[in-house]
């Protein structure tokens, strides 16, 4: 468990009032995720630029309960009322010094394999486009797979506590993978090796890549930037700030791509707004903002105008509908969601979805004369089906607590929800996509969490993680349910297959 001690430890260091005791308990329970210098891991930054909506008793009241749908525990057995008061006041004092990261910074760390040598043709005998990649956050390394027989291919090493879905090329043929101290790893497919790797970001949230393969979108906390880079040599094309119409600098939360629009639409996580940042030749005339080009000599000279539209609540996370004409939104701190035009750049309807929906999982699928997106909930233990035409709720599905994750594909009957929270951490739940039923609840390990589902090209197969540091990737027959295959792994926290994340796959998040 993580020992809070560590925050006042920390503190106390950049203030130069640290004890011996504070600092080694720093140094021992909680280096190893929010970072020696604070400026994250595997857990978020802890200075006030990156806890900007945690002000005063709210701090509080996260060291006292914890934070749901997290791994940040509650220390009100742990320590006294004084004591939580005091290490919340500590928070919010600044490091002595937050380091710039810009252009110049994040060139200085780009790194190239100078052993790499591209192959003209993959150097195996695996269909490319049912290859899977497995990311083991125990050690920090990918396992790529072979769709068909699950046979490891290759196993490389990652930067440390990678975040987000890895993102491919429009071929398939590279992968982005992105950890949470801002490092940006390419990896050729084909040739089975790493091509290169820079910190794009001090503590990031996640990336995306443009439809045409040509631009990788990073998403930063710290600092409070837009990271655009060439993903042919991960040099940079443009560092975005990110402050909002009254000049409020925010986080960003999430990214994705809007392959129609030919833009990035950014989450973000200080101000209620949400950009849009369009990357290609024509884009359209929407009243940008006025620093929309980025200045420099040819060939690095690229447009990117940003259009920022207001919301009526913050966006922590969204989804989009099958023609990415529509958001669909939420706040983690709300209890409901809000669906936004990014035609017209208003809300024209509200979402009835308490219970923090996780809408970076949903997926869509078509449900009799419509189309309906179901999300997990982070606090409830249901999942929410909504028809994207009315934005009416369709059913809520009782499942047997909160979950985080949700896949489905074209070729399959059932929807696969997980658990994550809570004493059925081990429970996965098999739903029909028409009579929206549990028809079936997997228990594969006794205790262990079981999460995050992935499909084989064809739909024929499900891959299951058991996300322990002892743990597996369970293969299953996506029609019978039945196990097919055990693949221990280290802590396998997700799984994407080249096909399905290429295509966009109506089972799989985007």
């Known amino acids: 468990m993580i020992r809070f001690t560590a925050l006042i430890s920390a503190l106390l260091l950049s203030s130069g009032l640290a004890t011996a005791g504070p600092a080694e308990t720093f140094s021992e329970s909680c280096a190893s995720c929010h970072g020696e210098d604070r400026l994250g891991g595997t857990g978020p930054a802890l200075i006030p630029q990156t806890l900007k909506r945690m002000r ?24 006294s009322a004084e004591e939580i008061k005091a290490m919340a006041a500590y928070i919010k004092e600044p490091l002595d010094i937050v380091p710039e990261w810009g252009e110049d910074k994040i060139a200085e760390t780009l790194t190239l394999n100078e052993d790499y040598v591209p192959a003209s043709k993959p150097v195996f005998s695996a269909d490319p486009m049912n290859i899977t990649l497995v990311v083991e956050t125990g050690d920090h390394h990918v396992s790529v797979l072979d769709g068909d027989t699950f046979e490891v291919l290759d196993r490389f090493e990652t930067p440390f506590a990678v975040h987000g879905g890895p993102k491919f090329s429009p071929n398939g043929r590279y992968v982005f993978i992105m950890s949470r101290d801002g490092w940006v790893q390419k990896y050729d497919v084909w040739s089975l090796q790493q091509v290169g790797r820079v910190r794009a970001g001090l503590n990031s949230r996640n990336i995306a890549i443009s439809h045409d393969g040509n631009w990788l979108a990073v998403a930063n906390y710290l600092p409070n930037t837009l990271t655009l880079l060439s993903t042919k040599d991960l040099s940079v094309a443009a560092v975005k700030d990110i402050k909002g119409k009254d000049g409020t600098p925010s986080r960003v939360s999430a990214v994705y791509q809007a392959p129609p629009r030919e833009s990035f639409v950014l989450a973000l996580k200080d101000v209620p707004e949400i950009w849009e940042v369009f990357y290609g030749p024509n884009p359209p005339h929407y009243g940008f903002a ?28 969204f989804f989009f509908d099958q023609k990415y004409e529509y958001v669909m939104g939420a706040s983690r701190s709300g209890e409901g969601g809000q669906v936004i035009d990014l035609v017209i750049g208003h809300k024209t309807a509200d979402l009835d979805l308490p219970g923090m929906p996780h809408l970076g999982s949903g997926i869509t699928w078509k449900y009799g004369d419509t189309t309906v997106m179901a999300t997990p909930h982070l606090k409830d233990g249901t999942v929410s089906v909504i028809d994207m035409e009315t934005w009416k709720t369709v059913k809520r599905i009782e499942t047997l607590g909160p979950g985080f994750f949700m896949r489905s594909h074209e070729n399959t009957d059932y929807v696969w929800a997980d658990v994550f929270f809570g004493p059925n951490k081990d429970a996965m739940h ?44 369970i293969v299953y027959d996506a029609a019978t349910l039945e196990e097919v295959k055990r693949l221990p792994m280290r802590k396998p926290s997700g799984k994407y297959n080249v096909w399905n994340k290429i295509t966009f796959s109506e089972g799989t998040s985007h």
């Open 56 to 79: 005063g008793p709210n701090l509080e009241k996260v060291i006292l309960n914890g934070r749901p749908a997290t791994q940040m525990p509650a220390f009100a057995d742990v320590y």
């Open 290 to 317: 006025h620093d929309w080009r980025v200045e420099g000599p040819a060939p690095h000279t690229k447009p990117f105008p940003v259009r920022k539209i207001t919301t009526p609540d913050y966006l922590d996370d």
């Open 430 to 473: 098999v739903i029909d996509k028409q009579s929206l039923e549990i028809v079936k609840t997997l228990r594969p390990v006794e205790g262990a969490t079981v999460a995050h589902v992935e499909f084989t090209r064809d739909g024929s197969h499900a891959l299951v993680s058991v996300w322990e540091d002892d743990g597996a990737v």
